[in-house]
């Protein structure tokens, strides 16, 4: 090890990509790390990664953390409304999220967090990692045009997944060692179904082109191999979607060489 990663402050960080309900597959992620003892030290989320990570970074289970999704309609974390900005607010979840971590500030969660967010008045991505932590994660999530951008300190942020979607940056520096979890792919498509798939896709077109470079400053890589399958706004296959984070964070953890880069073998 050389002198610059001893100086790092944290041995393990965890990364999480955004890509809405297949979000759900970073439960399955944490799943396997909880099975196998591996907990990080640091984590940075964008969007259902801000979410995520902010459920694992307040001390709740993979398991806990699904309950919180089974059997909910966006309508109980999202309502319509008539606005400039954006067709739907987000009340509903940070309601219930704050219901769920019980935590209010960044600086009371037991994992320190970095919620990646983009402020759409200087139109740059901006890094959170202290205040208070729901309006920040809701922040993260607020797709532009779908969810109405959130006010803090006078400027209006949206999606942190509009400059950077997959992390890895905020915390790379710190960290002797960078799980990423991707959990928005785009695969190739014979068919364009409908407006919303459209809509989706062209999102998607747009974050994936600043993804290339944090994928690269990862030391372990896990992309869920059929996530694609699943919708941004599936919500009815929350235990599926998890399954295939489970399954593909099992067969990278237990490759040697990842097991020797974690130093799971001590």
Do not use: W
């Amino acid at each position: 090890m050389t002198d610059n990663q001893q100086k790092r402050p944290y041995r393990l960080g965890l990364a999480l990509s955004g890509g809405g309900a297949r979000g759900f597959a970073h439960l399955g992620v944490y799943k396997a790390m909880q099975e196998l003892g591996i907990k990080p030290d640091i984590i940075s989320g964008t969007s259902a990664g801000a979410i995520a990570g902010v459920m694992f970074a307040a001390g709740r289970t993979a398991e806990e953390s699904v309950t919180f999704f089974k059997g909910r309609k966006l309508l109980d974390f999202a309502r319509p409304l008539v606005s400039t900005t954006g067709i739907m607010h987000m009340s509903g979840m940070g309601k219930r999220l704050s219901e769920f971590i019980q935590v209010k500030t960044f600086e009371e969660l037991q994992i320190p967090l970095v919620v990646t967010a983009t402020n759409m008045n200087l139109g740059i991505p901006t890094h959170f990692n202290s205040g208070e932590v729901i309006p920040r994660v809701l922040a993260s999530c607020a797709i532009p045009i779908v969810f109405t951008p959130v006010v803090i300190d006078d400027h209006q942020y949206s999606d942190g997944g509009v400059f950077m979607n997959f992390p890895v940056r905020p915390i790379r520096d710190l960290c002797d060692v960078v799980i990423g979890v991707h959990i928005d792919p785009l695969e190739p498509s014979n068919h364009i179904k409908s407006i919303v798939h459209l809509a989706e896709r062209s999102f998607h077109m747009g974050i994936l082109s600043n993804m290339s470079i944090d994928t690269r400053l990862c030391d372990v890589v896990i992309v869920p191999k059929h996530i694609s399958r699943y919708s941004m706004f599936d919500l009815n296959n929350v235990e599926k979607i998890m399954e295939e984070g489970y399954n593909q964070a099992k067969i990278v953890f237990s490759r040697p060489r990842i097991i020797k880069k974690l130093k799971m073998e001590n």
